[in-house]
């Protein structure tokens, strides 16, 4: 089995490969991060209404007490 080296064509350059690499690392944790603060801000707005909506009786014992 032969391995050969990848082909560089002309006009290109590993570096600006490698730059582009990280720019698109990047961005793409930016919006996996950005989705994931408005899950929890979303989670955090609604908790209140969702427990209210599954746990109606005992949210009302304790408003006895």
């Not at 609604?46 to 746990?55: D, K, M, N, R």
């Amino acid at each position: 089995m032969t391995l050969s080296a990848p082909v560089e064509l002309p006009g290109m350059s590993r570096a600006g490969s490698k730059q582009k690499d990280i720019t698109r690392l990047i961005v793409a944790t930016s919006i996996g991060n950005a989705l994931e603060w408005y899950d929890i801000a979303v989670y955090g707005y609604f908790a209140v209404y969702i427990s209210e909506a599954f746990f109606r009786v005992t949210i009302r014992r304790r408003r006895c007490f």
